[in-house]
């Protein structure tokens, strides 16, 4: 496997970017020249909550990345992919067959139980900061639209519940076909599940913490330094910590954060094959009127045929992603040419809202898909991501591969990472040990992501 490179430098622009060209972090660098030394470098966006300096430097602008641009894939299996775009939404039970056969039953349950904890950390943290970011929290449907698909979310939810992971209260079955359809309004649905989950304006939301932190501490001796348009060519060893080089200069720091995700192997070697880049793309449409106004969908939806539907609140507009199957996945695995989209992904998207939901009925102009757009995400072989130190290199710590479910997990594992960092415990984050870069997971077969997605690329028996 080749490195991934560098992100481009011309992307193509998300909704979420396109609505925030009025940024004043766009281009922004809290000093003019990058300093001497930093206790603390992230690279790529992250947030840093200690006394000490911290120069947080992106490749490109502030919340570029994956976050503000597609929708983000959840599900292990390719052949059941969902995304979630502005979409925090928790796994409470559906991948829990394949994180027990791989970590064993307790790492299982806590990593359902970490991306419900997401959620509520996420639902905190605006509501206590007051941030801006069309927040809204409510339920989504898993839509299993053939029978394999709803055999296999029976088996997990069963195994679920057996192992004694929550459920009472949390995630409601409909199992009669007729009443599913009826719930979701999806013609081909055989089944449905619902739980809680949340959607946001992502970029709005890291935007105004950045802001926070950059007007709070940006000109103190102690603080962040925000710096944009600033890529990482190296970090080398040094004496007393970690020389980072830049086209800019470089920077001496005492330790060095890994933010990086689906580039993450092109300055630490140790990930190739471990953190793959994964384009995806993802679309906003205009509904027709039978799904505007108080005909709005209520809840947010993962369908079984790799794509997802979340109608935003505020405006009414749906955000819909997917259309995996329209590509070789051998055309969007390792690839992170987000300047442009495929399109046979966007006419995928294009034609699939009228056979997904009933009644659609015919578009008038300025209805139906009006802007498509591409992003590179970072999968793992195991679909959970690496957070931690790196047991090699004292002082470096990553936070990557979030397996495009990182609006389920990135602010709980930024926290614990930051505790981590500043010399607490594992223990005392809460997050699953099975997110640690040990060694054991970065000698695990390379290989094994490309191969199962290819095997599930075209899978029997789906529609």
Not at 50 to 79: K, M, Q, W
Not at 123 to 150: N, P, Q, S, Y
Request: hydrophobic letters at 35%.
């Amino acid at each position: 496997m080749e490195s991934p490179g560098y992100p481009r430098p011309d992307p193509c622009l998300s909704f979420w970017l396109q609505g925030a060209r009025n940024s004043t972090l766009i281009g922004h660098r809290t000093t003019e020249a990058l300093p001497e030394r930093s206790n603390i470098i992230i690279i790529g966006s992250g947030f840093p909550n200690s006394p000490e300096s911290v120069t947080l430097l992106e490749a490109r602008e502030a919340c570029d990345g994956a976050t503000a641009r597609n929708g983000s894939p959840s599900d292990i299996s390719y052949r059941h992919i969902r995304l979630n775009g502005g979409h925090c939404r928790p796994d409470c039970y559906r991948d829990y067959k394949h994180y027990k056969a791989t970590f064993g039953r307790e790492q299982a349950l806590k990593i359902v139980q970490n991306e419900k904890d997401t959620l509520n950390l996420m639902t905190e943290v605006i509501e206590k900061e007051g941030i801006d970011c069309d927040f809204w929290r409510g339920f989504t449907w898993d839509v299993a639209m053939d029978e394999t698909l709803a055999d296999d979310l029976a088996a997990s939810y069963q195994e679920f519940a057996d192992d004694g992971g929550p459920v009472e209260g949390i995630i409601e079955r409909i199992l009669d076909p007729e009443k599913a359809r009826r719930a979701t309004r999806c013609p081909s649905a055989t089944a449905a599940y619902k739980s809680p989950a949340g959607s946001l304006w992502p970029q709005k939301l890291v935007s105004h913490l950045l802001k926070l932190c950059v007007e709070k501490h940006g000109l103190q001796a102690t603080g962040l330094n925000l710096q944009t348009r600033t890529p990482v060519r190296e970090v080398l060893p040094s004496t007393d910590g970690w020389r980072v080089k830049t086209d800019r200069g470089d920077v001496q720091t005492e330790k060095v954060v890994y933010a990086t995700n689906a580039f993450t192997a092109t300055l630490l070697p140790e990930f190739l094959g471990r953190i793959w880049p994964f384009k995806g793309q993802c679309s906003v449409v205009v509904p027709t009127a039978p799904y505007s106004g108080k005909n709005m969908l209520t809840e947010t939806y993962a369908l079984s045929d790799a794509e997802y539907i979340i109608q935003r609140q505020k405006d009414g507009v749906m955000i819909y992603g997917g259309a995996r199957r329209s590509m070789p996945v051998d055309k969007l695995l390792g690839n992170t040419d987000d300047t442009e989209t495929y399109p046979e992904m966007t006419k995928a998207l294009k034609d699939a809202l009228p056979l997904h939901l009933g009644g659609w009925g015919p578009e008038a102009l300025g209805e139906g898909m009006i802007h498509a757009w591409s992003g590179i995400m970072g999968y793992t072989t195991e679909g959970v991501p690496y957070v931690g130190e790196l047991h090699n290199k004292p002082g470096a710590f990553v936070c990557a591969g979030h397996h495009g479910h990182g609006m389920a997990r990135i602010m709980s594992c930024a926290k614990g990472l930051a505790a981590v960092i500043q010399g607490s415990s594992w223990e005392s984050t809460g997050l699953p040990e099975c997110f640690q870069p040990t060694p054991e997971r970065l000698s695990a077969p390379s290989q094994a992501l490309l191969h199962r997605m290819r095997a599930q690329e075209h899978p029997v028996n789906d529609t």
